[in-house]
């Protein structure tokens, strides 16, 4: 199985912070990589797919770049709802596998 | 509106069976396939599998092969997930979520997890 890896694992930071989460695959995953953002009680909801493909309706502060094994989640500046988990999830070989996600909380 | 609405929480025994249905609307139900993701406690996202809703082929991750059924029925538009031998490290949150295959001209791509379910919880207590 491709295993993911996200760093960090959590993160303090505050309102108008840039902020970059990194997610590596074990083996190279070409841009099979998708962003998804959960709150506490909900449903993930997808951020970016194709690795840097924004999800319609997402905010244009969200931003992925990355192919091959590394990728990158950037919010260019942290607004209170973006306070969440984030995953990464690579689809590029079964089984499908999700990163254990990254914290972002309120310094 | 595209949506996938989940059957409600489920409380079972160990040893028992438990049987989640995701019921899709406005879209075109056999023109993608579902996977089913749980989320136990505090704890992160596993796919366990994915049924085609055009096909009705399906795959799971080898740590619920044996274990789990996934099926589609298109005159419903639902898709469903059961879980038998049922442990106590099968409480978590199961989800359904939709993918498939877009082209743009040539370039053609997994569209994956656009769309979820709202989250079944399911506990496993004697």
């Known amino acids: 199985d491709i295993q993911m890896t996200q760093s960090p694992s959590s993160l303090s930071a505050s309102v108008g912070d840039r902020v970059t989460i990194t997610c590596r695959a074990s083996?190279?995953?070409?841009?099979?990589l998708a962003w998804f953002q959960q709150k506490p009680g909900k449903a993930p909801n997808r951020l970016i797919y194709?690795?840097?493909t924004l999800q319609t309706g997402v905010p244009s502060r969200f931003s992925g770049s990355g192919s091959g094994t590394e990728f990158t989640l950037t919010i260019s500046s942290l607004q209170a709802e973006d306070f969440a988990t984030y995953y990464c999830?690579?689809?590029?070989?079964?089984?499908?596998?999700f990163g254990p996600g990254t914290k972002v909380e309120i310094k | 509106q595209v949506e996938l609405v989940q059957s409600g929480s489920e409380v079972k025994k160990p040893g028992a069976s438990v049987k989640v249905s995701c019921k899709a609307s406005?879209?075109?139900?056999?023109?993608?396939?579902i996977t089913w993701v749980r989320q136990a406690p505090g704890q992160g996202l596993e796919c366990m599998g994915w049924?085609?809703?055009?096909?009705?082929?399906?795959h799971f991750a080898q740590k619920f092969q044996g274990r789990v059924s996934l099926t589609t029925e298109t005159s419903t538009n639902t898709a469903y997930m059961e879980l038998r031998s049922l442990r106590y490290d099968d409480t978590a949150v199961y989800y359904c979520a939709r993918w498939g295959t877009s082209c743009s001209g040539s370039n053609c791509y997994i569209d994956v997890f656009d769309i979820w379910g709202q989250g079944t919880v399911v506990t496993v207590s004697s």
């Open positions: 406005g879209y075109a139900f056999s023109t993608f396939a």
């Open positions: 194709t690795a840097s």
């Open positions: 083996q190279g995953i070409s841009n099979d």
């Open positions: 999830l690579q689809h590029n070989t079964y089984p499908w596998t």
């Open positions: 049924t085609s809703a055009y096909t009705g082929n399906t």
